[in-house]
């Protein structure tokens, strides 16, 4: 599912909204994982999962045309882990 498509699935599960409302609160939610997690935050929506960030240390490879060795320096990288509810769901596992 695209962000478009999660914006029309609001409109028509919510008759109120209309297209650009739907679109502001999809930014919003969007917005503010993305500022919690640029601020060192975690966060986490109850059945659904946890967004938090890891710190990837610095390392060497290998450049795979040449054969030459280069530096990759540490860099934090988001990360999202699946809630129980979820996971079940996508399995689909019985209550």
Do not use: C, H, W
């Not at 609001?10 to 909204?17: D, G, K, P, S």
């Not at 609160?25 to 929506?45: K, P, Q, S, T, Y």
């Not at 999962?49 to 990759?72: C, H, L, M, W, Y």
Request: glycine share 10%; aromatic share 6%; no cysteine.
């Amino acid at each position: 599912m695209t962000k478009s498509e999660l914006i029309e699935q609001l409109t028509v599960t919510n008759e109120m909204l209309n297209k650009r409302e739907a679109e502001v609160i999809v930014n919003a939610i969007f917005d503010g994982i993305g500022e919690a997690l640029a601020g060192g935050d975690r966060v986490e929506i109850r059945g659904f999962g946890s967004f938090t960030v890891r710190q990837r240390d610095a390392r060497e490879a290998r450049n795979p045309k040449s054969g030459t060795v280069v530096r990759i320096p540490s860099k934090k990288t988001p990360f999202f882990k699946t809630g129980k509810e979820l996971r079940e769901r996508v399995n689909g596992a019985e209550d």
